[in-house]
T-cell receptor, first 114, second 108 residues
């Protein structure tokens, strides 16, 4: 298995633009998580899905952020409009949550909003 | 809400010295996991502890889960430069709450 695949690896965009981050979880995993990591705030859970259904989106900072999981093999995190304070590394992770497996993280997307 | 704190935040050690990071939760955890993140990398799962008082070893790493299941520790014996990175604990409630992390620097 190629692991959790995220794209793009790096994204530089201007303030106000729409940004879409993509994630392909490990085949067979039933849970998917989006995290944001910054020096100031560490690893923050934004949203997680179980069996493609959003379970907890309380970590989504504001309405500018939205996430979808249209099927078991794909998820997107969208920021519209983007702001400089959204600059961070965004990680996607997947797991067999119900079995207490560890999370497998993707390599992350480093987002810079200028 | 769930809070998982780690201490210390940073640790510098000479190569060969031991290292310990501590993880404390405000609530009782059903289990706890540990992750390592190398500089510029992503978190990588190391281990999971489930039972009260459980101790597990991986070569030079020793993981312990407290009796009350509210704290945990990771101890590295005789650190090597390959141990450099940030170590996170993640405590399970309905989901995993990541701790604040301990950044380890090993001085050759």
């Amino acid at each position: 298995d190629a692991g959790v695949i995220q794209s793009p690896r790096h994204e530089v965009t201007e303030m106000g633009q729409e940004v879409t981050l993509r994630c392909k979880p490990i085949s067979g995993h039933n849970s998917l998580f989006w995290y944001r990591q910054t020096m100031m705030r560490g690893l923050e859970l934004l949203i997680y899905f179980n069996n493609n259904v959003p379970i907890d989106d309380s970590g989504m900072p504001e309405d500018r952020f939205s996430a979808k999981m249209p099927n078991a093999s794909f998820s997107t995190l969208k920021i519209q409009p983007s702001e400089p304070r959204d600059s961070a590394v965004y990680f996607c992770a997947s797991s067999f949550l119900q079995y207490g497996y560890g999370y497998t993280f993707g390599s992350g997307t480093r987002l810079t909003v200028v | 809400g769930q809070q998982v704190m780690q201490i210390p935040q940073y640790q510098h050690v000479q190569e060969g010295e031991d290292f310990t990071t501590y993880c404390n939760s405000s609530t009782t955890l059903s289990n706890i996991q540990w992750y390592k993140q190398r500089p510029g990398g992503h978190p990588v799962f190391l281990i999971q502890l489930v039972k009260s008082g459980e101790v597990k070893k991986q070569k030079r790493l020793t993981f312990q889960f407290g009796e009350a299941k509210k704290n945990s520790s990771l101890h590295i014996t005789a650190t090597q430069t390959t141990d450099v990175g940030t170590y996170f604990c993640a405590g399970r409630d309905n989901q995993f709450y990541f701790g604040t992390g301990t950044s380890l620097t090993v001085i050759p």
